[in-house]
T-cell receptor
Framework: GEDVEQSLFLSVREGDSSVINCTYTDSSSTYLYWYKQEPGAGLQLLTYIFSNMDMKQDQRLTVLLNKKDKHLSLRIADTQTGDSAIYFCAERNAGNMLTFGGGTRLMVKP | DVKVTQSSRYLVKRTGEKVFLECVQDMDHENMFWYRQDPGLGLRLIYFSYDVKMKEKGDIPEGYSVSREKKERFSLILESASTNQTSMYLC????????????FGPGTRLTVT
């Protein structure tokens, strides 16, 4: 079945760039998503990329997709303490269902 | 703005009790989902519904059932709660746009003692 893997934890200093990585197995993925979960809250869609793109930029966020290696990354430039959260990578399969990774907890130190 | 609400933020129940978790969305979405979230395991799909009275099993339906009597409301039922069902439960709804974004409620943290 489909599998999505992420590292569990990332710590960066305020002002540095953060890079959160994700690998997936389903080659039929149509869209890939990054969701953010702040403490005590549900998930909120941060950004997404269509599978025929290799890069998408949205202000401080850059998503890179390497379809050959099934690797997705999220880069946050000039990371702020407000970016501290859990980030989930998710893929949408041909059946329109999402498979989520385990989540990466980003800690930003002042 | 889409709003998905869940009936409780925190719930403590005893083993063997019947538990109802309620979810309401206000965007007339056809599709609704129940997930459980456990550290390091991400979100796992319990059940989903694509229309009133319609339901489909997700990846981990054992020990759970659901009810969708009205379009805006999707309930998760634990017939006989067990300690291994202690978890965060997240409800989501999804429209039919191209991006197919899922909108999540704030979650219910259930503890079964």
């Amino acid at each position: 079945g489909e599998d999505v893997e992420q590292s569990l934890f990332l710590s960066v200093r305020e002002g540095d760039s953060s890079v959160i990585n994700c690998t997936y197995t389903d080659s039929s993925s149509t869209y890939l998503y990054w969701y953010k979960q702040e403490p005590g809250a549900g998930l909120q869609l941060l950004t997404y990329i269509f599978s025929n793109m290799d890069m998408k930029q949205d202000q401080r966020l850059t998503v890179l997709l390497n379809k050959k290696d099934k690797h997705l990354s999220l880069r946050i430039a000039d990371t702020q303490t407000g970016d501290s959260a859990i980030y989930f990578c998710a893929e949408r399969n041909a059946g329109n269902m999402l498979t989520f990774g385990g989540g990466t907890r980003l800690m930003v130190k002042p | 703005d889409v709003k998905v609400t869940q009936s409780s933020r925190y719930l403590v129940k005893r083993t063997g009790e019947k538990v109802f978790l309620e979810c309401v969305q206000d965007m007339d979405h056809e599709n609704m989902f129940w997930y459980r979230q456990d550290p390091g395991l991400g979100l796992r799909l319990i059940y989903f519904s694509y229309d009133v009275k319609m339901k489909e099993k997700g990846d981990i339906p054992e020990g759970y059932s659901v009810s969708r009597e009205k379009k805006e409301r999707f309930s998760l039922i634990l017939e006989s709660a067990s300690t291994n069902q202690t978890s965060m439960y997240l409800c989501a709804s999804r429209g039919t746009g191209r991006v197919n974004e899922q909108y999540f409620g704030p979650g219910t943290r259930l503890t079964v003692t």
